[in-house]
């Protein structure tokens, strides 16, 4: 069975295909006609649906999308939905970040707890959709460490470790965060929904 996920990002397609085994994941790459879907929700299920099910309409595949972003407790939760265009500049993850640390400079360093979350939706040609959510909680440091993941990485540190998410390896990240959470919340609905 085929299954198209909405993104052009070559990790989170390999890692969908790790966690639904058994399944053939394509990603957009394989549909140029399909553009972009604009998330105009408020919540990131409003934007994982969104996805899901434009895609899902364009391409008559079931379809996987995901929305996900850092909701820091000192600013209600933002940047939230927002955390790819945080500086205003959409998927400059340098000036996100640089403008996240002005913005709680002020903060203690004991009320700098944060989490990520990921919310994935599958839904299919009919309609019909599924949502499930992961989140990684922790906390934000000051200085940047590490090289490997991206976007708010280098400043957060989970729940249990002293290393932030850019000083894991992809595997060890991988298990813990909450886009893997989530994928793996959603991967029994897809074998619910779609298993022959
Ligand atoms: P799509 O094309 O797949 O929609 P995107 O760039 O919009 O990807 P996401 O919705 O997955 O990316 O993430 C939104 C932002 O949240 C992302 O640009 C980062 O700033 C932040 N973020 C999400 N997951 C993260 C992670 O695992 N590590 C660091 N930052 C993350």
Redesign the pocket.
């Given at each position: 069975m085929r299954i198209l996920l909405?993104?052009?990002?070559p990790g989170?397609i390999a890692e969908l295909r790790r966690i639904l085994a058994g399944f053939d994941i394509v990603g957009l790459e394989e549909f140029p006609e399909i553009g972009?879907v604009a998330?105009t929700g408020v919540t990131f299920e409003d934007?994982a649906l969104l996805?899901a099910r434009e895609v899902a309409r364009q391409s008559g595949l079931p379809s996987v999308?995901?929305?996900?972003?850092?909701c820091v407790d000192v600013l209600n939760g933002m940047?939230g939905v927002f955390?790819?265009r945080?500086s205003g500049r959409h998927?400059d993850?340098q000036a996100?970040l640089d403008l996240l640390l002005a913005q709680v400079s002020d903060v203690p360093d004991d009320k700098l707890t944060a989490h990520?979350t990921?919310v994935a939706a599958l839904s299919l040609p009919s309609g019909e959709s599924r949502v499930a959510e992961g989140v990684?909680p922790g906390h934000l440091v000051r200085a940047p460490r590490g090289s490997g993941?991206?976007?708010?990485?280098p400043i957060?540190v989970p729940d249990g470790d002293s290393r932030t998410?850019a000083e894991m390896t992809a595997d060890e990240?991988d298990a813990i965060?909450?886009?893997g959470r989530a994928f793996r919340a959603l991967a029994p609905i897809v074998h619910e929904l779609l298993a022959p």
């Amino acid at each position: 069975m085929r299954i198209l996920l909405a993104t052009r990002n070559p990790g989170k397609i390999a890692e969908l295909r790790r966690i639904l085994a058994g399944f053939d994941i394509v990603g957009l790459e394989e549909f140029p006609e399909i553009g972009d879907v604009a998330e105009t929700g408020v919540t990131f299920e409003d934007n994982a649906l969104l996805k899901a099910r434009e895609v899902a309409r364009q391409s008559g595949l079931p379809s996987v999308a995901d929305d996900s972003g850092l909701c820091v407790d000192v600013l209600n939760g933002m940047p939230g939905v927002f955390s790819a265009r945080w500086s205003g500049r959409h998927g400059d993850d340098q000036a996100n970040l640089d403008l996240l640390l002005a913005q709680v400079s002020d903060v203690p360093d004991d009320k700098l707890t944060a989490h990520f979350t990921c919310v994935a939706a599958l839904s299919l040609p009919s309609g019909e959709s599924r949502v499930a959510e992961g989140v990684l909680p922790g906390h934000l440091v000051r200085a940047p460490r590490g090289s490997g993941g991206f976007g708010y990485d280098p400043i957060f540190v989970p729940d249990g470790d002293s290393r932030t998410t850019a000083e894991m390896t992809a595997d060890e990240k991988d298990a813990i965060s909450h886009r893997g959470r989530a994928f793996r919340a959603l991967a029994p609905i897809v074998h619910e929904l779609l298993a022959p």
